[in-house]
């Protein structure tokens, strides 16, 4: 008699490369993100910023026309003055992807851009100084694997290169009795080549492959996980926005939170 899988593995799981490093941060976070599906009202600045900036560079990549605005538009200026970008031969702007990688077990995302030669480009906008350990952290992140692994099963061929480009937000801040275009313009001189960098990221075949295995045991995990458990040590990292929650949640009667719409409300229905 053939074996019937257990129940448990038959039900779908939909993962993006940001559930699976919520995941594997703090499983009890993930329980509040993505299984009771709530979310902080008001978005914190970084995310504004970081989403306007992403606008505004994907608006440079493909031509569009656009008018840079604030301090996002600053940063995205600084991307186009010091980044090679034109070099990279880019294809398309903001792709998103839907990998069947088991019948249960679907990757999605949203690639930043994609070059004629199907190499991937990311953009990255953060507070710490473009150092040697940053950029090494970004480059081990599951992000690149993921999208490389989805991208080579989508392709049939092997894409193993990533361009990260990597923005330093302001560190400087407003002097009083200074206007908004006079702090822009100062913003803008203080941007260099420190401030601004790209590379690029190579994965092997073997390293790609094993990246497919390692989530398909990940999306077995989370599809039979019944208990979430706290991993305080990640509090001690970040501020994590659920702390007020985390202790004791009730996703009826709470404030402050609401329930999103899905997962993944920044990518259109899947089609799986
Ligand atoms: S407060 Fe800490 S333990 Fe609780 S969900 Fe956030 S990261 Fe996890």
Redesign the pocket.
């Known amino acids: 008699m053939p074996r019937q899988a257990h129940p448990s593995l038959r039900r779908k799981v939909i993962l993006t490369a940001s559930m699976v490093r919520t995941y594997k941060?703090?499983p009890?976070?993930y329980e509040?993100e993505y299984i009771h599906q709530l979310k902080p009202v008001t978005p914190g600045e970084a995310l504004t910023t970081g989403s306007q900036y992403h606008d505004y560079v994907a608006k440079i990549l493909s031509g569009e026309e656009y008018r840079l605005e604030g301090i996002a538009g600053t940063m995205a200026a600084a991307f186009d003055r010091f980044l090679p970008w034109r070099e990279w031969g880019i294809k398309a702007v903001e792709q998103e992807f839907a990998v069947k990688i088991t019948p249960y077990f679907i990757i999605r995302g949203k690639i930043d851009a994609v070059c004629e030669d199907g190499c991937i480009v990311e953009h990255k906008t953060t507070r710490n100084t473009l150092d040697d350990m940053y950029l090494e952290r970004l480059a081990l992140d599951d992000q690149v694997s993921i999208y490389l692994a989805a991208q080579t099963l989508l392709s049939d061929k092997l894409i193993n290169r990533v361009h990260y480009t990597a923005v330093q937000k302001p560190t400087i801040r407003q002097k009083q009795n200074e206007t908004d275009s006079q702090f822009q313009e100062r913003v803008r001189d203080w941007y260099d080549e420190t401030r601004v960098k790209s590379f690029t990221v190579v994965r092997t075949f073997s390293q790609i492959e094993e990246t497919i295995a390692h989530l398909k045991e990940l999306a077995k995990e989370i599809r039979r996980r019944k208990f979430w458990y706290?991993?305080?040590a990640?509090?001690m990292i970040?501020d994590?926005p659920?702390?007020s929650i985390?202790l004791d949640c009730d996703p009826q009667t709470l404030t402050g939170f609401v329930k999103k719409e899905n997962n993944n409300e920044e990518l259109s229905p899947c089609k799986f």
């Open positions: 941060a703090c009890r976070l509040l706290r991993n305080p990640h509090c970040v994590c659920y702390r985390c």
